[in-house]
């Protein structure tokens, strides 16, 4: 590699360990503790009901679902690129397989009565379908990843409620309500099961190539390519992942509340968005970790359980929300005294 297409030297001793490996975690990722901390002495403040077992589980459950759109979307930012449609993955990806084992008639809906116990793999394949069509619309036909994703968004949002009719599928088959209603060890399934692919994506970033290979090509394609990277294909890779990280993301969701909503997960892409960046994972790619992404869901989690114990009236969810999160920002930012691009 010449010289020219080498990162600036500060870019690269941020990025890599000692060893020549990329760190799994940044001091600068803890920049959100002491917002999380605050957080939870206001929280406690507000109601001692705050520091109890149930609540903070509850927190947990809530942010086990959003965190894998979050994980999803982190990846596909280092990499350089943005998916807007996740937030419509987590509702239809369920709601086609609902519709695929559903009895045929007899039912509030009908579907075409195959097996109960192929509703998780087909919510999976919906969900790699989706990601994989994407990847064809920005690396084959080069359209604008964010005009794409934002189209298809709008297209599978219109899919979801045309399969739903604009109304909740509950009857939800067992294997769905397992993953997501199942404690183990005294917590939630999903948590440990979001713990479990946070830590597998920090250590795939960290120690192996193609996940290595996401920084190169969020900081400079052109220059990856030229290291011998196969930027097309680790693009096609994430953007599958990040969408079975989606798909994945409403089995849990669809099991914890009992039901696919027909508006199932409808705004969520801003707070998977803040989540991310708030996290310390920039817009432009190539910097990021998946633990700062994970501090940065639990903060926003923490904010919306606050007001919800507080007491506060649902119309100043969204203007306290957006208050909270540029607050989070310029707090992060000056405890990790970087910028946030």
């Not at 009719?165 to 399934?189: C, H, M, Q």
């Not at 250590?203 to 400079?220: D, M, P, T």
């Not at 998977?272 to 920039?282: K, L």
């Not at 940065?296 to 606050?306: D, R």
Request: a positive charge; one cysteine or more.
């Amino acid at each position: 590699m010449t010289e020219t297409m080498r990162p600036p030297v500060a870019d690269r001793t941020e990025r890599l360990g000692p060893r020549g490996r990329l760190r799994l975690v940044r001091w600068s990722d803890f920049s959100l503790v002491p917002v999380i901390v605050v957080l939870m002495v206001i929280g406690f403040i507000v109601s001692p009901a705050f520091l109890t077992a149930n609540n903070l589980t509850g927190v947990l459950q809530s942010a086990s679902e959003l965190s894998l759109l979050v994980l999803g979307e982190a990846l596909v930012l280092i990499a350089g690129r943005m998916d807007l449609s996740l937030e419509s993955t987590i509702g239809v990806a369920p709601a086609i397989a609902m519709w695929l084992v559903l009895p045929t008639h007899g039912g509030r809906f009908n579907g075409l009565g195959l097996p109960t116990w192929t509703a998780i793999p087909f919510d999976l394949l919906v969900g790699l379908a989706i990601g994989a069509f994407n990847a064809f619309l920005i690396l084959r036909l080069r359209v604008n990843g964010f005009i794409a994703t934002l189209g298809m968004l709008t297209m599978l949002r219109g899919l979801q409620i045309g399969i739903t009719g604009g109304k909740s599928i509950s009857d939800v088959p067992e294997s769905f309500r397992y993953l997501g209603r199942t404690d183990w060890i005294g917590l939630p399934a999903a948590v440990w099961l979001c713990l479990v692919l946070f830590a597998a994506g920090g250590v795939a970033l960290a120690w192996f190539r193609h996940g290595r290979s996401l920084y190169a090509i969020g900081g400079n394609p052109e220059a990856a390519r030229a290291a011998g990277v196969r930027v097309d294909r680790v693009t096609w890779i994430v953007l599958g992942v990040a969408s079975l990280l989606a798909a994945f993301a409403g089995i849990l969701y669809t099991g914890h509340y009992g039901s696919v909503a027909a508006d199932q997960g409808n705004g969520w892409i801003f707070n998977v968005f803040a989540a991310a960046v708030i996290g310390g994972v920039s817009l432009k790619g190539g910097r990021g970790t998946v633990f700062g992404a994970l501090t940065g869901v639990l903060t926003l989690q923490l904010v919306v359980n606050v007001m919800t114990l507080a007491g506060v009236p649902p119309e100043w969810d969204q203007f306290l929300n957006g208050a909270i999160i540029i607050v989070a920002l310029i707090v992060s930012r000056f405890a990790s005294g970087e910028k946030q691009d």
